[in-house]
């Protein structure tokens, strides 16, 4: 039986991905197939590519310290030409090499199609709204019509194209596509982890969950929660179709909030650990 493993988004909980993959395998549980999207495509792919759940966490709290280039010329470009001709011209505040660079350094630019285990990462062409999907195993997929797979990019390339929040970070251009954040209509991709081959699936769902969310103030706590709020229904069919949904409680974390990645890789290892005998049944 091939157990997938679907990793939504959600910003810096997406922390709790790595909690989850931790628990796992101590357990001696270690999925066969693998999805995610958003920051859960930064998980996902590093570990299709071969890191340790371990390894993931050193990196995750790297990351948490820097590789954000905000784009500040680009920002007060921007300012000018809408005070003096009414138009903005910026498509990001991040600009993204910098992340993009980091992971091609840590996969060695291998191409997705190379993953260790069968792989799925997806972002969104803005421009025709098609769902992209940066996969190892093609074949499988030809299903929809407006879905569009790749197999010949890099990983570094797939999770810059799955990362770009809206407003947030630069589109990635891709093969003239206009690439943004693949939570926008594949949040949690049960679908396409099964068509890769997982029988079993279980799922991590870190978005929106129907409770009131206080704190949302500034301009990236606003975009993030905007779009969580968008994808909550669209979200709903996945997870009522994932054999188990794992949901990390994660108390009062704002998206700037880096310094907690260490109290949100253990939110997703303490609920992971909490169901452990449902997920010993359902794999046996």
């Not at 999770?159 to 990635?172: D, L, N, Q």
């Not at 310094?259 to 939110?267: A, P, R, T, V």
Request: charged share 20%; net charge positive; proline share 4%.
């Amino acid at each position: 039986m091939a157990l997938g493993l679907v990793l939504s988004g959600g910003g810096i909980k997406a922390g709790a991905h790595i909690g989850v993959l931790k628990a796992l395998h101590e357990n001696g549980i270690k999925p066969d197939v693998v999805s995610g999207t958003s920051a859960g495509a930064i998980v996902a792919g590093l570990y299709a590519y071969g890191y340790t759940p371990e390894e993931i966490g050193l990196i995750g709290n790297r990351l948490a310290k820097r590789y954000y280039d905000v784009d500040y010329p680009g920002i007060l470009s921007s300012i000018f030409s809408f005070m003096c001709q009414g138009t903005l011209t910026i498509d990001g505040l991040i600009k993204g090499n910098i992340i993009e660079s980091y992971m091609h350094r840590l996969t060695k630019g291998t191409k997705i199609r190379d993953a260790k285990i069968p792989v799925a990462i997806t972002a969104v062409d803005i421009n025709n709204t098609n769902i992209v999907v940066f996969t190892s195993c093609m074949e499988r997929l030809l299903w929809r019509d407006d879905f569009l797979f790749v197999t010949d990019s890099s990983f570094a390339e797939a999770i810059r194209a799955s990362i770009a929040i809206p407003g947030v970070f630069k589109p990635k251009i891709y093969r003239n596509m206009r690439l943004v954040d693949g939570g926008i209509r594949a949040n949690l991709p049960v679908e396409i982890v099964r068509r890769i081959g997982a029988e079993k699936v279980i799922a991590v769902n870190l978005s929106y969950s129907g409770y009131p969310v206080p704190g949302v103030s500034d301009i990236l706590e606003i975009s993030l929660q905007a779009i969580e709020l968008m994808v909550f229904q669209i979200t709903r069919p996945s997870i009522e179709s994932a054999n188990i949904i794992i949901s990390p409680v994660i108390h009062e974390v704002k998206q700037r909030e880096m310094g907690k990645i260490d109290y949100i890789i253990d939110c997703g290892y303490r609920a992971t650990k909490s169901i452990m005998p449902k997920i010993k049944k359902l794999i046996n």
